[in-house]
């Protein structure tokens, strides 16, 4: 975190005055927003993929996001040259590699699919330093110079935008971050002052009037959604948005999408109550991960069966049609996540299904123990989820996706101070008193079968509380029975 004091200097956009989130409709002209499609990538192994997120036991936003859920094709200079980006709110730098590195010149191609960036074709090319240099958890990473270039995204072209180019790197794909300024890697790690990434850019070049964008998925299944930056389609929702504050980190600072989960549900069972717990949100990550005695107390529930050695759980397959649905409450919204959200169909190494040792079909449950790790609301909810990521005034707007919708009514994010009824702010947030950091949990936790247990003694995030510690070494045993069918 060396660079945040001269960010903190430098820029007070962080800290600017809550107004909420303000959405007009243009009467004259088309809402001024931008908008593309994205897709949803299909993951093979998405518990090892978050394993490799999570090594160093936090998830930092800024060096672990080798791999996102979300991509989208952009250009860079002119004449245009063709790239596929991942979109990851959870960094904010635009990187993509170049065909001379040697990652992309060896042998198997790997940088292909995504596209490469050239300096030297583009005449508009411009450079401004060599201290272009990511790295993630795994140890991989890239590095090279930070340039500014012309970027063209749907039918929206910037004149100038500022990316890195990896001229060293072990990373195939190019990332489009989106968050925080304050987690630039010219930031936090040269120590520099922020410069406009994109959404920023989108407000500096007057195409958007406001740093927020919503994302949302068209539909359950397909793998399709969309980002509007500077905008909210109040037809892919159901009922009223509601604002939430994002809870801010040491100094007061803002980086990361962390909103306070206070309650969980499984129908009508309430499972967690009064809590006051700091989750993340990480459209990177491919599974849920909530507070150990959290997890537990649904796997009580859902009957999921814990694997200490994987870090995750499973459940019979045939779950996927319970209509009861596992309920989050931020305050006041809570969103309902269906059974078919959770239930993740994943085969062995050897391609074949798992299943449990009475023959029945194994999936992996959406929802893991954080351990001692950020509690993180991954994409296993953020199906669910109709956001919006209002960074100008460090607030998040949250409703139930309408995955049926077939119409679209986009409104304009802008900066005054006439709130529309389709936003209306929580009245008195929770404000998270865990999460972060390992405090105790708030509130109760209620075990299927142990009844309830106050958590703010025992239930500490990042060890299993007793009483499952033996169930929890049970049922390792009966999974090592887990196996792959013949
Ligand atoms: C990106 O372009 C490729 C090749 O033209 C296309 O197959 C793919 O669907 C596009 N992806 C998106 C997100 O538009
Ligand atoms: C771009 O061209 C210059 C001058 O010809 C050369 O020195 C440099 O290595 C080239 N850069 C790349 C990345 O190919
Ligand atoms: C980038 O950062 C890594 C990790 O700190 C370091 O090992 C590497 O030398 C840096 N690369 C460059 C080109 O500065
Ligand atoms: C590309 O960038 C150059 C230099 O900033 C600018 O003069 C030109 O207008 C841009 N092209 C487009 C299509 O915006
Ligand atoms: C859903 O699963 C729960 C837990 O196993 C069970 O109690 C409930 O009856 C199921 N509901 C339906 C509609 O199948
Ligand atoms: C969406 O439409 C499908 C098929 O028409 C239907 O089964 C489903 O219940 C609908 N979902 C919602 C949330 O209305």
């Not at 090594?55 to 859920?69: F, H, I, Q």
């Not at 995504?114 to 890239?142: E, K, L």
């Not at 950020?374 to 909810?381: A, M, Q, S």
């Amino acid at each position: 975190m060396k660079g945040l004091a001269t960010f903190a200097a430098s820029a007070g956009l962080l800290w600017a005055c809550s107004e909420g989130l303000t959405l007009s409709r243009r009467t004259n002209a088309s809402p001024k927003v931008v908008g593309f499609p994205v897709v949803r990538k299909s993951v093979p192994n998405p518990l090892k993929r978050d394993q490799l997120r999570r090594r160093s036991g936090t998830v930092k936003a800024t060096l672990d996001n080798e791999e996102t859920l979300y991509f989208a094709n952009a250009t860079l200079g002119t004449p245009a040259q063709t790239v596929r980006l991942h979109i990851d709110t959870g960094s904010s730098d635009l990187w993509v590699n170049t065909a001379t590195s040697a990652l992309c010149t060896a042998k198997g191609k790997v940088c292909t699919a995504a596209g490469t960036y050239s300096a030297n074709d583009s005449s508009t090319y411009s450079y401004i330093a060599s201290d272009f240099n990511i790295t993630y958890v795994d140890g991989s990473g890239a590095s090279g110079d930070y340039v500014t270039d012309n970027f063209t995204l749907g039918s929206t072209t910037l004149k100038t935008l500022q990316f890195g180019i990896g001229y060293t790197s072990s990373s195939p794909e190019g990332i489009l971050g989106i968050g925080y300024q304050l987690n630039e890697v010219q930031v936090q790690r040269a120590g520099k002052s922020a410069y406009l990434n994109l959404p920023a850019q989108l407000v500096s070049d007057g195409l958007i009037s406001s740093n927020a964008y919503s994302l949302w998925l068209n539909d359950l299944d397909a793998s399709t959604g969309s980002i509007l930056f500077g905008g909210v389609d109040t037809d892919q929702f159901q009922g009223t948005l509601a604002t939430l504050p994002v809870q801010s980190e040491s100094g007061g600072q803002y980086g990361e999408f962390l909103l306070t989960l206070t309650g969980l549900s499984f129908g009508d069972t309430v499972i967690a109550k009064d809590q006051a717990q700091a989750v993340l949100l990480d459209s990177g990550s491919s599974l849920t991960y909530l507070p150990d005695a959290m997890a537990e107390a649904i796997y009580d529930q859902v009957s999921a069966q814990y694997d200490s050695q994987e870090g995750a759980a499973y459940i019979p397959c045939s779950m996927a049609s319970n209509s009861t649905t596992v309920g989050f409450t931020f305050s006041s919204p809570t969103i309902q996540v269906s059974m078919d959200e959770l239930v993740i169909e994943i085969s062995s190494s050897s391609g074949r299904p798992l299943t449990f040792s009475n023959g029945e079909r194994a999936c992996l449950f959406g929802i893991a123990p954080a351990g001692s790790s950020t509690p993180v609301l991954g994409d296993t909810f953020i199906r669910s989820a109709y956001l919006v990521y209002d960074l100008a005034n460090n607030e998040i707007s949250i409703a139930q996706t309408n995955f049926n919708a077939t119409s679209n009514n986009v409104v304009e994010i802008t900066t005054g101070t006439a709130a529309v009824p389709s936003a209306t702010a929580v009245q008195n947030p929770v404000t998270a008193t865990a999460g972060a950091t390992n405090e105790a949990m708030a509130g109760t936790v209620t075990l299927g079968a142990g009844g309830t247990a106050t958590a703010t003694s025992k239930a500490k995030s990042g060890a299993m509380s007793t009483m499952p510690q033996m169930k929890l070494t049970a049922l390792a045993v009966t999974l090592g029975m887990l196996y792959a069918a013949m």
